[in-house]
């Protein structure tokens, strides 16, 4: 079984700072790719970061810059440094990891984390 779990949302005021943290746990061989989507009130969920395991990073233009995705392999954990917060970011956060079990992959999700950015 392996298990997402996200850690890290809160309120901030507008301009504030967040960092978002998702561990990996349970029996895997190996994790792929890990990503990071939110889903704001009344939207779809949309993509935001994600970090290959060989360390390449792509973000949602709406975050570029704004955001700084990074992960640590020997924690099974990838991470998400939110600065300048807008009330646009306000969402539930959730983290996403391809794993690998013993011989298939899948993708897996946490139960999110929400953020909201607020005066």
């Known amino acids: 079984q392996v298990r997402l779990v996200e850690s890290g949302g809160g309120l901030v005021q507008p301009g504030g700072s967040l960092r978002l943290s998702c561990e990996a746990s349970?029996?895997?061989?190996?994790?792929?790719?890990m990503r990071w989507f939110r889903e704001a009130p009344g939207k779809p969920r949309e993509f935001v970061a994600r970090?290959?395991?060989?360390?390449?990073?792509d973000y949602a233009g709406a975050v570029q810059g704004r955001f700084t995705a990074s992960r640590d392999n020997a924690k099974n954990s990838v991470y998400l440094q939110m600065n300048s917060l807008e009330p646009e970011d306000t969402a539930v956060y959730y983290c996403?990891?391809?794993?690998?079990?013993?011989?298939?992959?899948?993708?897996?999700w946490g139960q999110g984390t929400r953020v909201t950015v607020s005066s």
């Open positions: 349970g029996t895997f061989v190996s994790i792929g790719e």
């Open positions: 970090v290959t395991d060989g360390g390449r990073i």
């Open positions: 996403a990891a391809d794993v690998r079990t013993i011989g298939l992959w899948q993708a897996y």
